[in-house]
């Protein structure tokens, strides 16, 4: 079955305790993004990244990092979460000449 | 900087009936135009894009219009059913660039 996955699906952690939400997808897509979502706020994109080893600021980067060594993973890493970083996590791929993205099921992160 | 926005948060409706929900955005160098549904607890799902020289699409009960002179994008969904309750959000994108999400509206289809 063609899908995104998203580990872990909820995670409570506490301030500073760095963390990694992993993506993965078994498309063969070259474009991974990821978002976050909060009540009135929408989706807002946190970093994109067009094929392996290529990687761009979204709307909100700031206190997160990606990489993407692998075309079909691409994982988030919060270095020193803070409370501000609990969200609603989604993780997206799709191919380059597509604008259908493929979202995965979500990780809901709370930072006490 | 660019913003999308949806012009009602909630909409109800019967069912059988049409839904309109509408969009408006600012960035008028945006070259195409999403629409996506949300269902409780799931992540957004793809519904129909639209490219940015192109004034309506149409694709299986839905239908997008775009017009530009007004920066207005809308989805038309056909004979509502009560599986079509979720929250939709427009999106745009420049090539190259983050994808803009709009804030959402809520569609409630009543049977």
């Known amino acids: 079955e063609a899908q995104v996955t998203q580990n872990p699906r909820y995670l409570i952690t506490v301030t500073g305790k760095k963390l990694t939400v992993t993506c993965s997808q078994n498309?063969?897509?070259?474009?991974m993004s990821w978002y976050r979502q909060d009540p009135g706020l929408g989706l807002r994109q946190i970093y994109y990244s067009m094929n392996v080893e290529v990687t761009d600021k979204g709307d909100v980067p700031e206190g997160y990092k990606v990489s993407r060594k692998e075309k079909r993973n691409f994982p988030l890493i919060l270095e020193s979460p803070s409370p501000n970083q609990t969200s609603l996590y989604f993780c997206a791929s799709r191919n380059t000449g597509s604008n259908e993205q493929f979202f995965g099921p979500g990780t809901r992160l709370t930072v006490l | 900087g660019e913003s999308v926005g949806l012009h009602l948060p909630t909409l109800s409706v019967q069912e059988g009936d049409n839904s309109i929900i509408n969009c408006a955005y600012s960035n008028s160098a945006s070259d195409y135009f999403i629409w996506y549904k949300q269902e409780s607890g799931k992540g957004p799902q793809f519904i129909i894009d639209?490219?940015?020289?192109?004034d309506k699409r149409q694709g299986q009960r839905v239908t997008v219009l775009l017009n530009k002179t007004v920066k207005h994008l809308s989805l038309q969904i056909a004979a509502t059913q009560p599986g079509d309750s979720a929250v939709y959000f427009c999106?745009?994108?420049?090539?190259?660039?983050?994808?803009?999400f709009g804030k959402g509206t809520t569609l409630s289809v009543s049977s």
């Open positions: 639209i490219r940015s020289n192109m």
């Open positions: 999106a745009e994108n420049q090539a190259g660039t983050a994808l803009i």
């Open positions: 498309m063969n897509h070259e474009y």
